[in-house]
């Protein structure tokens, strides 16, 4: 997302009554955004939230994510936390998802949901872009772990990135020029976060990082978006299978194959078991259909979606709700937030 929006999508700058604390969990850099107080005895929403920026730029204490998140604790009466993972170059995967992690299990302990009020059957995830990455990935884990008494309850992903291995979906090839998030830079990324030699992001791009020898017909399946789009999305492209590409490049980036780092490689057992989600995705985005195949794919093992297409929305537009601002944005945010008054 976009830094320096610095008012609030209500149009104000400062939330009156929201207390704003910048703490550590589990040794990890944190915002919190308390409500004014309620009545006594009275419960309020918590809700974790990772800022996008490509596993590199972003933080939750600037622009549109701290203007957000006060207007979120404000208007959902919830305790809000912004979690500050460390970025590359400083890291490279699996760090920024250990950061998460280890942040989130703090956050679901009862002695902290105990310690601000906040109700452990109304506690969500969310995230934007790689934020949202983070978000699936940490919630995939939390719901699988039974040494977790208390887990999310409800997951919101704003157009999430969700996988590595094909940069030739039809959203990849029909957005690869358009701003904000141009396809090789997202490529670069993920070449970024995964500690891949960027000379070969040309490979990546073609495909060579993922050819038919590298994962077997089940793990390409759950990300085969000829089966998992609807034919509005898939509209005339041709899937693209490499027979034989980069060798042994599975053995030395291990991230590629790692549900960590690719939530949408899951499976479906483990994706039966997260929490209900919520999905935002954009027609003029690398992206949508990263978050539309996840959309399918948790609906497949039986989680309650709901997925929000914004036929006029492109990446980064949740950050535009202010004095540069574009009615998409305010719409998605609104969304946003209505749907977790109502789910959360």
């Known amino acids: 997302m976009v830094k ?3 008012t609030s999508v209500s149009g104000g700058g400062v939330m009156p009554g929201v207390k704003v ?30 800022h996008g920026g490509g596993w590199k730029f972003g933080s939750a204490k600037t622009g549109a994510y701290d203007s957000t998140s006060r207007t979120l604790s404000d208007e959902l009466n919830a305790v809000v936390v912004s979690v500050e993972y460390r970025l590359y170059p400083e ?24 310690k601000y009020a906040i109700d452990p059957e109304r506690v969500a995830v969310s995230g934007d872009s790689a934020g949202g990455n983070l978000a699936a990935a940490v919630a995939q884990e939390i719901s699988t772990d039974e040494s977790m008494s208390e887990k999310f309850s409800v997951q919101a992903l704003v157009y999430p990135v969700l996988q590595a291995l094909d940069f030739n979906t039809p959203s990849y090839l029909q957005n690869e020029n358009i701003p904000l998030l141009y396809r090789p830079v997202m490529v670069r990324f993920w070449l970024q976060y995964l500690g891949v030699d960027l000379s070969l992001q040309p490979q990546f791009l073609a495909n060579n990082h993922s ?50 780092a690719s939530p949408l490689l899951a499976e479906p057992e483990v994706l039966a078991k997260c929490p209900r989600a919520y999905i935002v995705t954009c027609e003029y985005d690398v992206l949508r259909d990263d978050g539309l195949m996840y959309a399918r794919r948790l609906q497949d093992a039986g989680v309650s979606v709901t997925n929000d297409h914004y036929e006029d929305g492109f990446h980064g537009c949740f950050s535009f709700i202010s004095w540069l601002e574009f009615d998409v944005g305010k719409r998605a945010v609104r969304g946003y937030i209505n749907w977790l008054q109502n789910n959360l």
């Open 91 to 114: 890291v490279h995967f699996p760090m920024p998802y250990l950061d998460c992690l280890a942040a989130a299990k703090h956050f679901l302990s009862r002695e902290v949901l105990a």
């Open 211 to 260: 050819s038919l020898q590298h994962f077997t017909p089940e793990l390409r399946a759950r990300l085969d978006w000829t089966v998992l789009l609807s034919p509005k999305y898939r509209k005339n492209y041709k899937q693209l299978i490499v027979e034989k590409g980069l060798e042994g490049l599975s053995k030395e980036v291990p991230g590629l194959l790692d549900v960590r």
């Open 21 to 50: 604390s910048d703490l550590t969990f589990a040794g990890v850099p944190v915002r919190v955004y308390e409500p004014p107080a309620g009545g006594e005895g009275h419960l309020r929403r918590g809700l974790m939230y990772f």
């Open 4 to 6: 320096g929006l610095l």
